[in-house]
């Protein structure tokens, strides 16, 4: 494709996906359904998705020095994404522990040893992108090391989507800095302390944040932009079957359509359809549509 490439900065994992009936309670013990072994990680999954939409995709990221790493690197090789600046650390490859209930809700539990110790500056930020690209994050990285990558993005007139699950720091005073926040609903009210995903949005964007969309699954998006106009974007009819991984294909599919300079009002609705489609699969990587089938759920391709 022609266009902004896109660099995404974050995180590279094993997933393991376990179905039960129900979410377990404290104390509780439940038999597996059905299990799958995978390759995630929000950073991954959403260079893959923007890789398969037809982008130019690097990512900055680290794995362990085990099998899993050179596994993780060798797929995204195959997927065509640029993995000549992945760190490999001392340590064991990130691993995610995913439960899905019959209904497609689910939790995360996530070792970061990886993660937490991977520190991307400036200069490496600068090595791989130019004016115009966009720049994906997400929550796995430091707060420092989060805001030293938007104001550098900034600085060097670069667009930028944070996306920061899981939450683990006050992202507001990085809000200036960022173009396009996503944002699921959970998120959104822990962010900005509002229950209520309209008045979130708009806080969020009050905030500093170009434009904030906040997921709400069955019940579609919210989206505030502007002067702080907020509306409410449908969700396409689908029976969920597993949650995992729908919002980095919304992102992954926002950002490449980004990069072909298409405006968001344009390139979300086709971002809903692909998330819709992962949603009624199983597994996180596995449930994403192939090249030929995301020309179909992405019509900019």
């Known amino acids: 494709m022609s266009g902004a490439r896109v660099c995404v900065v974050g995180n590279a994992a094993v997933d393991l996906t376990l179905r039960v009936a ?15 072994l995978d390759f995630g990680g929000k950073g991954a999954n959403q ?13 900055l990221a680290a794995v362990g020095s085990d099998a899993d790493g050179a596994r993780i690197v060798a797929m995204l090789e195959a997927e065509g994404i640029d993995t000549r600046h992945i760190a490999q650390l001392d340590c064991a490859t990130d691993l ?19 993660a937490s110790a991977y520190a991307p500056d400036a200069a490496a930020l600068d ?27 900034r600085r060097g007139n670069r667009h930028t989507l944070l996306n920061p699950g899981p939450v683990q720091f006050d992202v507001k005073p990085l809000l200036p800095d960022v173009d396009v926040l996503v944002v699921n609903g959970v998120e959104a009210a822990a962010l900005s ?14 905030d500093g944040a170009t434009d904030v969309l906040v997921t709400l699954g069955a019940n579609g998006v919210v989206w505030c932009r502007g002067e702080g106009r907020v509306d409410h974007v449908p969700a396409l009819a689908v029976t969920a079957v597993d949650t995992v991984g729908a919002g980095d294909a919304l992102c992954g599919t926002l950002v490449a359509g980004f990069a072909r300079g298409l405006p968001l009002r344009d390139v979300l609705p086709h971002a809903m359809s692909v998330a819709a489609f992962v949603v009624g699969r199983h597994g996180t990587r596995a449930s994403f549509p192939d090249r030929r089938r995301m020309r179909e759920l992405a019509r900019f391709i």
């Open 193 to 206: 302390g509002e229950p209520d995903p309209r008045r979130a949005a708009r806080s969020l964007h009050a």
């Open 47 to 59: 260079a893959v998705i923007a890789a398969r939409a037809g982008a130019e995709v690097t990512l």
């Open 96 to 114: 995610s522990i995913v439960t899905v209930d019959a209904a497609g809700e689910n939790t995360i539990v996530t070792r970061n040893d990886a």
């Open 22 to 36: 129900s979410l377990p309670k404290p104390g509780e013990t439940s038999l597996a359904l059905g299990s799958m």
């Open 127 to 153: 090595a791989v992108s130019a004016a115009g690209d966009w720049i994906v994050l997400q929550g796995n990285l430091s707060r420092a090391v989060t805001a030293t990558l938007l104001r550098e993005a």
